[in-house]
């Protein structure tokens, strides 16, 4: 069987513009780490898991880990390569050398169509591209187009963020919101899953126009709305204990960390967050953006180099009332009606 290479979702570039791809090839046991050190240069997307035989060998002992860059600055992303490669502890990776090269719009699709294979996630669902007609035992099909958009649902943040949302969909809650929907994967998941109304939100036109298509393909053009602009102007700020009752936010450290005080106000007390995009090393900067009184931490699931984790927003706390010290703690939250029920509390696998 052909390994399965693992993508990851998130771009932007100009309308028409052609992606810089990096290929680094390294041993196997490298590669996830390569894959990190690309997207810390700025690579908007990584592809792992084509592994090759060396010459004369017969095992597989290298893979090729290939980064994605806007084309419009080849000159900042050789650079960040070059230097993100050069601060590796790893002698290997240190003397690895990058074979660039440009992508148009017809590479990159002769490209990821060469490298889609349909993917199970969780129990219920599979990933397929357009033209795959198996049944996949039952599982409900997410069809995915990525036109020029990165996210086939292959790559471990996706694949966990679906993981995480079956779990908190069942039942499934009311309302939900994607933020950095990319080809549309979770949003149109959420959507098979139950969820009567998605919002989905993406900074980039180019995801947002495929996340299109890939809605109209799934059917579920009735209950997942897009929108290209930011959080804040895409879901005005409900009043106080009104919002959402499942968010989830696969995106990178910086976008989460930042959005942590907007994304609070847009979920109801004891609804459910899940982040991913975050690299081991970067957790615990989620950890504090997300932390109480807003947050209770209720799992942190690892998947390669990769973190998702699943919060829970906590009420805010009482005030206090006169003769007594400081603020009444809050208490233990009840699930919105419709709300995924409560998973427990202690995290896992960190
Ligand atoms: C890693 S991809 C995730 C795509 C898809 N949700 C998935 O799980 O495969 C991140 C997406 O977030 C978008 N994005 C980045 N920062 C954002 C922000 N502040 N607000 C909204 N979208 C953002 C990017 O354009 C990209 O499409």
């Not at 893979?63 to 806007?70: H, L, N, S």
């Not at 660039?100 to 990933?127: C, I, K, N, T, Y």
């Not at 950890?287 to 209720?298: E, F, K, M």
Request: hydrophobic share 45%; glycine share 8%.
């Amino acid at each position: 069987m052909p390994p399965r290479p693992k993508t990851n979702a998130g771009r932007r570039s100009a309308p028409g513009s052609a992606w810089l791809e990096a290929a680094i090839r390294v041993p196997i046991a490298a590669a996830d780490r390569v894959g990190a050190l690309l997207i810390a240069a700025g690579s908007q997307g990584v592809i792992t898991g084509v592994r090759e035989l060396a010459h004369g060998a017969r095992r597989r002992t290298h893979e090729t880990v290939r980064g994605f860059f806007p084309s419009r600055e080849p000159a900042r992303a050789r650079l960040a390569v070059s230097t993100a490669l050069a601060q590796a502890r790893d002698t290997g990776v240190r003397r690895a050398a990058v074979r660039w090269r440009e992508l148009d719009a017809s590479l990159w699709e002769m490209d990821w169509r060469e490298h889609f294979r349909p993917v199970r996630a969780g129990r219920r669902l599979v990933v397929v591209p357009p033209w795959d007609r198996d049944d996949h035992g039952g599982r409900t099909r997410v069809v995915i187009h990525p036109g020029m958009a990165f996210g086939t649902g292959q790559h471990a943040t996706t694949l966990a963020s679906l993981e995480a949302l079956e779990a908190l969909a069942s039942p499934p809650p009311a309302r939900a919101l994607d933020i950095g929907t990319g080809t549309g994967v979770l949003a149109i998941a959420l959507a098979k899953l139950g969820v009567q109304e998605v919002v989905a939100l993406d900074l980039d036109p180019q995801a947002v126009s495929a996340a299109r298509g890939n809605v109209r393909r799934n059917a579920v053009a009735g209950r997942v709305q897009l929108v290209c602009r930011s959080l804040a102007e895409a879901v005005p700020a409900p009043p106080a204990g009104r919002g959402f009752p499942l968010v989830v936010a696969n995106l990178y450290v910086d976008a989460l960390v930042e959005l942590a005080p907007a994304i609070a106000k847009r979920v109801v007390p004891g609804g459910r967050l899940v982040t991913s995009g975050v690299l081991r090393s970067q957790q615990a900067r989620v950890r504090s953006a997300y932390a109480a009184p807003a947050w209770r931490l209720l799992s942190a699931q690892r998947r390669g180099g990769w973190v998702t984790s699943v919060f829970q927003r906590l009420p805010a706390p009482r005030p206090a009332r006169p003769g007594t010290r400081g603020a009444t703690p809050a208490a233990a939250p009840r699930a919105p009606r419709g709300a995924a029920p409560r998973r427990r509390a202690r995290p896992r696998n960190r």
